[in-house]
Each structure stands twice: as structure tokens, then as C-alpha cells.
């Protein structure tokens, strides 16, 4: 079956648009309601989202389908999503459903769902409910006495801040750090700062005014260069920027210098490895993750895995490989340990661990290899398939002969937005940017795209 609906990281779309629209989130719920009923108990599910003004039309019909099927509701409002796959685990809840379109901006709203043990569903599993979305099955409805029930938790946000905390090291603070963050008008913009706060930092806060429209403008994992400026000049240590949903991070040193993913991974793979923490079939990242942490977790004997884009790919082959850390260069980092999806917030407190255990400062203690020249552009296209295009198949394959051995090529279509990513990285930074170019300009000519916002 060809997947309409579900793309590499649930359902996304424009607000009010299908597939995200009312009616569409009602059958949704409908349908993965039934997949996930099983036995006589009372059947509950969990539903939270962050700050965009759609989720005010999404989260009812996504209530109004679960309740008419016979499954009980639990909402928390805004809350990271994160928090929501480890409330199902800890509610006992049959379901996990998060209202986000994560990075994008306040247009876009998607669907995330979540199985009883806090993971992402298969794709296996999507394909079923896509299937029975399809079909429109009214005639499996609760009987008027079977309806569910819906009540909101009212404590979710202490819960999760209280777990969180938990994940950094007993007997470690946070004193003496000031810290900015930067929660994107998004999900987080309550219990980050919180958590930072309780564990004795000095916290500047920013972007922690949702409106209903401001979330990822201007600010959060993608755009941090507001993070950056506001950490020189407030003289802070250290700089956190959550995505929308806080499922991602990007952090920054004292000198407001990015810190990305990739060097997260290789910093906390080589102190656990020194300490005997990591676990597990060395480290799993994924394809975009730069050839430098490849190298440089090799010096350490520790192997990486590279996955296909996407964070649940990553935890799908942790699982495979029993392996505890894992994630995206762009900030999507498991911690197996702790979590069953990405937590932005729990990743920044790993890395700040290390830092108040080392007595030194972040632009000491995380940059810990020289990443390749790497160049990622995007193209965003209306309509076609521009991969096809006999024009840029040409143009990759030149990209792919001139780089030869000394690089690597990757061009993929986005899974969540209509857009084609232009990857090149090697050790000849001129050669890397005119291959990206050559091929982006092959895309642009062919179907009509541009750059993507």
C-alpha cells in the first residue's frame, strides 16, 4: 500500500487542509482507537500538543473520535513530546498521541502517535490505520453506554519536570551556570525553564510567550541565532534552543558558537564509553550525520550505525542493536537509558553534566572532533517528481564521480514537507559546494523549484 497519510514522522500538513483537518483527526483517532483496543479493561489514551492555534480544532475531534469508540481520554495541554510518550508508560495508557508539526511554523499541525510502551508506532502499524482511516468504519462505534470519558491530568507539567530531573546525576547542580534558553514559543516554554531553574541554575528565558502563531519564528533548533546573540549578551555559560515540541535541541558555548548533534553524540559516547555506560552495539545515527563523528568514534573503537532520516528510525535499530544512545545531527537524541524518543531537554542536561563534572567551560568540553565541510540546501517544489527528472539524475551522478571516494552524496525527499534535501560533505570544501550547487540548480530547472524557506 502506497501511504497517503503517514510520512516519516506521523501525519503532517497545513492547518485546516487535509489531512489535517477536523475530520480527518476524528477518523484518525477512531481508527488507531480500535487498533489499540484489546482486552476488557477500560481503554485510555493520552493526548497533548504544544502551542499552535489549530491544536484548539484538532485536539477535540482527536477526543471526540477516541471517546465515541469507547476509549477514556487523558489531556495535558501543552506539554513536550516527550513528556507524552513517558506519561502513556507511566498512566498505563493503551495510546499516546502528540498535536504537533514539531520545527515547522504555526501553519503546519501533524500527528504523532505512541504505543503503550512509550515508542513510536511501526510502519507496519501505520499502514493499518491508514487503512481503516480509508474505510470510514462507523458501524465499530461504542454503544451509548460504552462512550468514554475525557478529564485532563492536571499535574502532567510537575510530572514530567520531576522526571527529567531525575535523569541528571544525583548529587550534581547547576549552581553558579547561567544558562539561555530558548524554548521557541513552543511546547516547553513552561517546564524548561523550570527544570533549569530547580537544579540551580540562573536561567534567561526567551521565546516563552506563545500566541498561537509565534512558535519556531525566529527562534527554537532551527533558527538559533537569536540563542546565540542573547547568550553573549547576558555573558551566560551555556544556550539551549528546544524545537516546537522540545523533541530536539541545539545548544551553544559561552562564545555563542553552535554545538550540534553530531558533536552531542560523540561527547557523551566518549565519556560513557570511559565510564562504562554505553551499551550495546556501539553508537546509531543516521545518514546526514557527519563523517567526522564517524571518524572520530572509530578512534574510540566504538561503532556507528547510520539509519535512514529520522529519529524513530534511529530507535528502531537501538532496539535491534541493545545500544543507549543514539540521534540526529539535527538534535533529535535517545538516551535509552532514560527515554523511548527524542527529549531535547534531557539531552542538554546530559551535556551540562559533563560540563559541571569537568570544571571547564563548553567550548572546551564539546567540541571534541573537526567536522568535514558539509553542505545541506533544500529545495521546496509544488508538484512532479524531481528526482526522476533525467536532467538531475545526470547531475547527481557528475556529483557523485567528481566527489568519488574522497565524500559522500545523499539527496532525499523530505518525509514531512514537499521539499528535497541536497546533501555533500568531503574534504574539499570548493568541490562540496559546487557539487550541491550543480545539483539544487538541475532541480530548480526542472520542476520549477526554490529555496526552501
Known amino acids: 500500500m502506497t501511504r497517503k497519510l503517514f510520512g516519516t514522522d506521523g501525519i503532517r500538513g497545513t492547518a485546516n487542509i487535509e489531512p489535517m483537518t477536523a475530520t480527518t483527526a476524528l477518523l484518525v483517532a477512531q481508527a488507531a ?6 482486552g476488557d479493561h477500560r481503554h485510555r489514551v493520552v493526548i497533548g500538543k504544544d502551542t499552535r492555534l489549530s491544536g484548539y480544532m484538532l485536539e477535540p475531534a482527536l477526543t471526540a473520535g477516541f471517546v465515541s469508540i469507547g476509549m477514556d481520554v487523558i489531556l495535558v495541554g501543552p506539554l513536550p513530546t516527550p513528556a507524552v510518550a513517558m506519561l502513556t508508560r507511566s498512566l498505563r495508557a493503551d495510546l499516546g498521541v502528540v498535536l504537533s508539526a514539531s520545527h515547522n511554523l504555526y501553519r503546519d499541525n501533524g500527528i504523532k502517535l505512541f504505543g503503550p510502551d512509550g515508542y513510536k508506532l511501526s510502519d507496519e502499524i501505520e499502514a493499518e490505520i491508514e487503512t481503516q482511516v480509508a474505510r470510514g468504519r462507523a458501524d465499530e462505534l461504542a454503544a451509548p453506554d460504552s462512550l468514554g470519558r475525557a478529564r485532563r491530568l492536571d499535574d502532567a507539567q510537575g510530572r514530567y519536570i520531576e522526571f527529567v530531573k531525575r535523569t541528571f546525576p544525583a548529587g550534581l547542580r547547576l549552581d553558579g551556570l547561567k544558562i539561555v534558553v530558548d524554548c521557541a514559543n513552543g511546547a ?6 523550570t527544570v533549569l531553574w530547580e537544579l540551580g541554575a540562573e536561567v534567561v528565558a526567551m521565546a516563552v510567550k506563545p500566541d498561537g502563531i509565534n512558535i519556531n519564528k525566529e527562534c527554537g533548533a532551527t533558527s538559533p541565532r537569536a540563542l546565540c546573540e542573547q547568550v553573549v549578551t547576558h555573558g551566560a555559560d551555556f544556550g539551549i534552543a528546544l524545537d516546537g515540541d522540545a523533541d530536539r535541541v541545539i545548544v551553544a558555548d559561552e562564545h555563542g558558537t553552535v554545538i550540534d548533534g553530531d558533536q552531542v553524540l560523540g561527547l557523551i559516547a566518549g ?4 565510564d562504562g555506560r554505553l551499551r550495546g552495539d556501539g553508537v546509531v545515527a543516521t545518514v546526514m550525520s557527519n563523517l567526522g563523528l564517524e571518524r572520530h568514534l572509530g578512534g574510540l573503537g566504538i561503532p556507528l550505525t547510520r ?3 529520522g529519529d524513530r528510525y534511529v530507535v528502531e535499530a537501538m532496539r535491534e542493536r541493545n545500544c543507549n544512545l543514539g540521534g540526529e545531527q539535527s538534535g533529535h537524541l535517545i538516551f535509552a537509558d532514560y527515554t523511548t524518543t527524542g527529549d531535547g531537554l534531557i539531552a542538554a542536561l546530559q551535556v551540562l553534566a559533563v560540563i559541571v563534572q569537568s570544571g571547564r567551560p563548553a567550548s572546551e568540553v564539546c567540541r571534541v572532533f573537526t567536522p568535514l565541510p558539509q553542505l545541506l540546501r533544500n529545495v521546496r517544489f509544488e508538484s512532479g517528481a524531481p528526482l526522476d527528472r533525467p536532467e538531475v539524475k545526470r547531475a547527481i551522478a557528475d556529483g557523485e ?3 568519488k571516494n574522497t565524500g559522500r552524496l545523499l539527496i532525499r525527499k523530505s518525509g514531512t514537507e514537499p521539499v528535497i534535501r541536497v546533501m555533500a560533505e568531503g574534504d574539499d570544501e570548493a568541490l562540496v559546494n559546487g557539487v550541491v550547487d550543480a545539483i539544487v540548480q538541475s532541480i530548480r530547472s526542472a520542476v520549477g523549484g526554490r529555496a526552501a524557506e
Open 271 to 274: 565519556c560513557w564509553k570511559s
Open 307 to 309: 539509519t535512514a532520516v
Open 188 to 193: 516547553a516554554y513552561r517546564v524548561a525553564p
Open 33 to 38: 482507537g480500535r487498533r489499540f483496543t484489546r
Open 401 to 403: 564521480a567528481r566527489l
